[in-house]
């Protein structure tokens, strides 16, 4: 005997009333998403690295340490630079930005910190550098990157993205450095909002389907009987 086919159930008041919520709940997931994605990817962006003897090419056993916080202001043509040592084993001579290799590998200057001070063990320097002018680039590192300011600043901007601009203090005990550290990108607190965001709309979208589909199939099984 051939069973005859039902009409599907009809929408009920509680799948309507779910609808519409999902409906606000995707408006406001996408507002609080466009929100993040600005703050995430808004100038500048932060790098930092912590310096030791342990990170020069080669390896020496300096017991001076420091830490180089750097933002990279495409927008405003800017790049800041802060940073703090101490216990170097000889006198400060020079410090530079040196671009572009990874860690265990060395590079020529990029840029080199202008008003840097010598003769001193320990020390905090703090400088904003104007990326249009080309003077604050190494000849040679201007010269690779086409010449001009421009490029050179581009060119920076890759390789700070990329972990290959490292900060490295030259001494009077170690001529070729005494302690150095390559910069890598901070996480923004947009970026981890982002995050947070995503994993929280995955969990609601999760309950709410769980729902919605848990009463279509009780209403789907009521019209059987």
Known sequence: MLACARDPPAPQAADVDEVAAMKRFA???MWLLGLCV????????????????????PANLSPATGTLSVGFDAAA??????????DLTGSTVVAH?????????NAGVAVGLTGFVSGVTAATYNRLFDLT????????FLASAGGNATDAASALGAALAAGQVYVNIHTTTFAGGE??????AVPEPGALALVAVALLAFGLTRAHGHRWVTRRLAAATAARR
């Open 27 to 29: 408006r406001q997931l």
């Open 77 to 86: 043509n800017t790049l800041s630079v802060d940073l703090n040592f101490a």
């Open 179 to 184: 302690i150095r550290g390559n910069l890598l």
């Open 133 to 140: 002018d080309s003077s604050i680039y190494a000849a040679a």
């Open 38 to 57: 600005s703050t995430a990817w808004a100038d500048p962006v932060m790098y930092s690295t912590s310096l030791s003897g342990a990170n020069e090419v």
């Open 97 to 105: 930005l040196h671009c572009c290799a990874g860690p265990g590998v």
